[in-house]
């Protein structure tokens, strides 16, 4: 067979694709046969001369051509890689069956103009470096594994057929996992501006871009298999900034499925928790890398808990994309729970929710958005929501003074939507009212505490906020004390407009009345102005 494909294999465009693709699928399924030990040492002996020869002749008409037109050449070429590297790696020859092939054809098709332009085409021709937009006359078709997307607008096609990804993958193998023979020739040959220049182009734009939609995608995962090789090679990271990397690597978490467990270990350890990029103590690192990893194998474990044959052509990321906040959530749950025997982090509360806000303010400044500005609101509550009230503790106070400034003069002229949803989430309301009777229970009147309850409660936002505080909870309102710099807005976004709402209104006099805010507060000036200035209700006496 192999001998048939020698001689009427045509490489070229114009030869039939289909005998393309059945020497693509001969070729792995001569690998298969080795992996199975079908293929022994002597047939192997009788097999490789033929394999090298094939795949010298498809290389070198690939090196000489005018470039790769047809998806079924990237599939043999693609092929080829595999099986040369498998048989070097395994085969009981090892490399000395393709020595050739290692040292002289590779390097020289590395170089070649029609790899140079394979190479340029990722970019545009990229699964996940795309949007939701009609791309239904983009590309021409092909068969529906995975390659198909339904859209409002119709099907979408996914890959192109010059769709270089899973060629550059199998190439990029052999320098995950070097080879004794032809490494170093191969090195310098992909090591080379023309090769490394639009590939950081391309790692950049997925920086910005990644779609993690279609990440999830058949085609997609080989895609990330690739990035992931980029990531664990040297040579790239000098073309990217540290933000660009930390990006990069942070929009690749958050793709991979629990079936990428080493990957995503391998990531971490290369480039979040290991010390180079942030800079947190050797506890922390090693708590928050522990935490990642337990999500991971976790939801591997589930997820292979039935054995199955059937594999489907969509895989949902292992890793929230607020990963970084998740010792919070188990603070949230210990509170929720009402569990007060066992911790529910290794670490104190003090230390989780240190470690946790500058973990992530490291991440932000490097320009990563982990979080909507009203999620990070609700994890900001979260840090006050302890067994132990450890944010009066000094220390963690002032960092807690620094966080709550930076928020809150990021956020002077957002307009937060109380009312949005988030998967796998409370949503805000049920969450602003247990953070309301904890301050009742535990506030001891901080201020910032007091800062965080007062945010829904600005003029701007629904009245339904400040009738329940002002009916349900005004026994809160007592312990508020915050100075009106630590207030969104300042107190004008509490004063203005007037109150319209008669029945808030009376709340508000009814409070004046019985005494029940301090004299001089900002509860207090609260209800004093619209009480006294609105003409909404009928009012017998002034405050």
């Known amino acids: ?17 289909l005998i393309r693709q059945h020497a693509a699928a001969l070729l792995v399924a001569i690998v298969a046969s080795g992996e199975s030990g079908v293929c022994d040492v002597e047939a192997q002996k009788l097999l490789m001369e033929q394999l090298h020869s094939c795949c010298c002749s498809w290389m070198h008409k690939a090196t000489r051509g005018n470039g790769l037109k047809d998806y079924s050449q990237l599939t043999l070429l693609s ?33 070649s103009t029609g790899f140079i332009a394979c190479v340029q085409q990722l970019t545009r021709s990229s699964i996940i470096l795309r949007s939701f937009g009609d791309r239904r006359n983009v590309h021409a078709p092909l068969p529906n594994v995975g390659a198909v997307l339904m859209h409002d607008c119709g099907p979408q096609l996914v890959v192109s057929d010059t769709y270089p990804v899973q060629l550059l993958s199998n190439l990029w193998a052999f320098l995950v996992s070097p080879l004794d023979d032809g490494h170093e020739l191969l090195l310098n040959a992909l090591m080379q501006p023309a090769v490394l220049e639009p590939l950081s182009d391309y790692l950049k734009q997925l920086s910005l871009h990644l779609n993690r939609f279609l990440a999830s995608n058949f085609f997609a995962r080989i895609e ?42 391998s990531i971490f350890e290369k480039y979040i ?20 990893m337990e999500i ?18 969509t895989q949902a990321p292992v890793l929230p994309a607020d990963w970084p906040y998740f010792q919070l959530r188990l603070i949230l749950n210990n509170y929720v729970q009402n569990v007060q025997q066992q911790p529910a982090v290794r670490m104190s509360e003090n230390q989780v929710v240190r470690m946790t806000l500058t973990f992530v303010e490291q991440l932000e ?80 009147g901080d201020e910032l505490f007091s800062s965080l309850v007062m945010i829904p409660l600005a003029q701007k936002y629904d009245n339904k906020w400040r009738r329940r505080i002002w009916s349900e909870h005004v026994q809160a309102l007592r312990f508020l004390n915050c100075n009106e710099n630590l207030l969104i807005g300042g107190l004008a976004a509490y004063l203005e ?47």
């Open 365 to 444: 400044q490097q320009g990563l958005q982990i979080v909507t500005p009203l999620e990070k609101l609700m994890y900001l509550m979260i840090a006050f929501m302890g067994p132990d009230s450890q944010f009066l503790e000094l220390e963690l106070h002032m960092l807690l003074i620094g966080q709550l400034k930076n928020f809150y003069a990021q956020n002077e002229t957002h307009h937060f939507d109380f009312e949005a949803t988030y998967e796998d989430k409370a949503n805000f309301e049920p969450l602003y009212y247990l953070f309301v009777n904890h301050f009742e229970a535990a506030s001891y």
């Open 224 to 265: 990330l298999r690739f990035v992931y090789q980029l990531l664990v090679t040297g040579g790239i990271e000098t073309y990217l900034s540290n933000t660009q990397l930390l990006q990069l690597v942070y929009s690749v978490l958050c793709c991979l499925p629990s079936a990428q467990a080493t990957q995503i270990k």
């Open 79 to 111: 092929a080829v890689l595999y099986a040369v590297r498998w048989f070097a790696c395994f085969g009981y020859l090892g490399t000395s069956s393709f020595r050739q092939f290692l040292r002289n054809i590779l390097p020289q098709f590395i170089g």
């Open 497 to 543: 407009p007037l109150e319209e709402e008669p029945s808030l209104l009376q709340l508000y006099g009814d409070a004046l009345e019985r005494q029940l805010v301090r004299p001089g507060s900002i509860a207090y000036k609260i209800a004093r102005h619209h009480f006294n200035n609105s003409p909404a209700i009928q009012k017998t006496k002034l405050f």
């Open 1 to 17: 067979m192999l001998d048939w494909h020698y001689n009427h294999c045509v490489f070229d465009v114009g030869g039939p694709a």
């Open 296 to 313: 991971t194998y976790s939801q591997f474990i589930a997820d292979n808990k039935e054995p199955s044959l059937t594999l489907c052509y």
């Open 273 to 292: 928790f290991s010390g180079k990029y942030v800079q947190l103590d050797k506890v922390s690192l090693e708590l928050l890398q522990t935490t990642c």
